[in-house]
């Protein structure tokens, strides 16, 4: 057996020994698979943790604050205790020079991803109209455009577009059967460049409107029109 296969097979015995604890703090009390599941995931920001965990890789306590406005600072500190102790989360050492802990999915944790994404589809409707009194965070778009940004001539060659929106840049990159990837940091030399407010840019990537009237809205773009096209399909 590889060593990742006995890893995936350890964190099953940890998650169930985790259980079993957490069972007996709170439970449903129901014999039903999803109703085990909300057991351990169905608190109020625990998903939303998974997301930015998801999104970012592993992290310091300080970026999750910041990608979860709102949460109060004991709460967050309550919900990774839980997510740890039920096994969705891992704590280990930055290495040097940084002396801080970082917190991770576990095997288990990353299995969540699937659902993260099924429920971001589900949303995606709930975001129209906008409303100003929502947070935003731009590391946010990197869930709408793995989910919603298709490369619509996949036969024409892989290309990489650049999103910025007014924080860390996010690269988006084809890869050869219509779908894309996305992850936050730079693209060394893109094919194209999106950077706007980034309600302008979600509400580009989601099908609000077109190219021409993120445009107005002060959407700006590097490279190629029609390469941008390719990606956002209006």
């Known amino acids: 057996m590889y060593s ?3 890893e995936y097979v ?3 015995f940890d998650f169930q020994a985790h259980w079993r604890h957490h069972e007996l703090v709170r439970s449903y009390g129901q014999a039903c698979a999803l109703a085990k599941a ?4 169905g608190d109020r920001w625990t998903l939303l943790i998974v997301r930015e965990l998801a999104i970012r890789g592993a992290c310091r306590y300080t970026d999750l604050r910041d990608g ?5 600072t004991n709460l967050l500190a309550d919900r990774l205790d839980d997510l740890t102790q039920t096994g969705v989360i891992a ?3 930055a290495p040097p020079p940084i002396a801080t ?7 288990r944790g990353r299995a969540l991803e699937p659902a993260i994404e099924a429920l971001g589809r589900w949303g995606a409707p709930l975001l129209s109209p906008p409303s100003a009194k929502d947070a935003f965070r731009s590391h946010w778009l990197a869930l709408p455009l793995r ?3 298709r490369d619509k001539a996949p036969s024409a060659g892989l290309l990489r577009l650049e999103v910025r929106s007014g924080g860390q840049p996010i690269a988006v990159e084809t890869v050869g059967d219509g779908s894309v990837t996305a992850r936050l940091g730079p693209v060394d030399d893109p094919d194209a460049m999106l950077d706007g407010p980034p309600r302008v840019v979600l509400g580009l990537l989601t099908g609000q409107f077109d190219l021409a009237t993120a445009e107005r809205k002060g959407l700006k773009y590097e490279g190629d029109r029609r390469i941008v096209r390719r990606f956002v399909g209006r």
């Open 4 to 6: 990742h296969e006995l």
């Open 10 to 12: 350890k964190s099953l």
């Open 38 to 41: 909300l057991d351990v995931i």
């Open 68 to 72: 979860l406005p709102g949460i109060a």
């Open 91 to 93: 704590r280990e050492a």
């Open 101 to 107: 802990t970082l917190f991770r999915l576990t095997e």
């Open 147 to 149: 989910l919603c940004v």
